[in-house]
C-alpha cells in the first residue's frame, strides 16, 4: 500500500501526519518540488521482469518524462527475496545520501520506502506498483527495499554517473523505523485515511 509518514527529524517516535489516500500524498509532495503520480501499463506484459516489455507498456509515460525533464536513459532494475546479495544491496542505500541528478523510480512490481530529509522533517514514502516518484538532485535521502526485497522498477537518467550516492555521514536514518515496521503498520490499514497529531 503507497503510503506517507511525515515526522519531525528529532522525533521518529511519532510522526505529524499519516496518510495512504494517494491524492493527499501527491499535494504533500508536490508542495516540496516531489513528484509522485500514477501510471497505467498501456498493454498487457507476460513477464513484469522483462525490460523490453515493461519498457514498452509504459513507453508513453516514460516519453512524456524524458521530454519534460530532459532524461536520455532509462533502464529497469529488480530484486526478488532470494538473491544472494539481498542483504548487502538493502544496505547499500540504508544511509542518508545525495546524489548529483534526481533520482526517479516507477514500480512496476512490489515495494520500497524512500526517505526524505527535508529541512527539519522525514517524509516516509512507501511507493508500491503503479507509483512513481522524482526525488529532486541533491536531496538528502535514503531508501529502504526491506529485509525479503521484491520488486521491478524503471529508472531514468540524464546520466546514470550522475546517480552515484554520496553519503552525508548523518545518522539520522538509523533512528527512524525501517520498512518492516512502516510497511506492517500500514498493511494493517484497509481503508485509505488520513491523521494528524497534535
Not at 504533500?28 to 521482469?49: K, N, Q
Not at 520500497?112 to 503503479?130: P, T
Request: aromatic share 10%.
Amino acid at each position: 500500500m503507497s503510503f506517507l509518514a511525515i515526522y519531525a527529524e528529532q522525533d521518529a517516535s511519532r510522526p505529524q501526519l499519516i496518510t495512504n489516500d494517494g491524492a493527499q500524498i501527491a499535494s504533500e509532495l508536490e508542495a516540496e518540488g516531489i513528484r509522485f503520480e500514477r501510471w497505467t501499463a498501456g498493454c498487457e506484459m507476460s513477464d513484469p521482469t522483462d525490460q523490453t516489455q515493461v519498457l514498452a507498456a509504459y513507453a508513453d509515460d516514460v516519453a512524456r518524462l524524458k521530454s519534460e525533464n530532459g532524461f536520455v536513459t532509462a533502464d529497469v532494475i529488480g530484486l526478488t527475496p532470494d538473491h544472494p546479495d539481498r542483504d548487502a544491496l538493502r544496505g547499500k542505500f540504508l544511509d542518508e545520501h545525495r546524489h548529483a541528478e534526481h533520482e526517479v523510480r516507477f514500480f512496476v512490481r512490489g515495494s520500497g520506502i524512500f526517505y526524505l530529509h527535508l529541512g527539519e522533517r522525514v517524509l516516509a514514502v512507501g511507493c508500491e506498483k503503479d507509483d512513481l516518484i522524482a526525488v529532486p538532485a541533491g536531496t538528502p535521502h535514503w531508501f529502504d527495499m526491506g529485509p525479503t526485497p521484491d520488486f521491478t522498477a524503471i529508472r531514468l537518467f540524464t546520466n546514470p554517473e550522475g546517480w552515484i550516492a554520496n553519503f552525508t555521514d548523518n545518522d539520522i536514518a538509523a533512528r527512524f523505523p525501517r520498512h518492516e515496521a512502516l510497511a506492517e503498520h500500514f498493511t494493517q490499514t484497509a481503508a485509505p485515511h488520513s491523521q494528524e497529531s497534535a
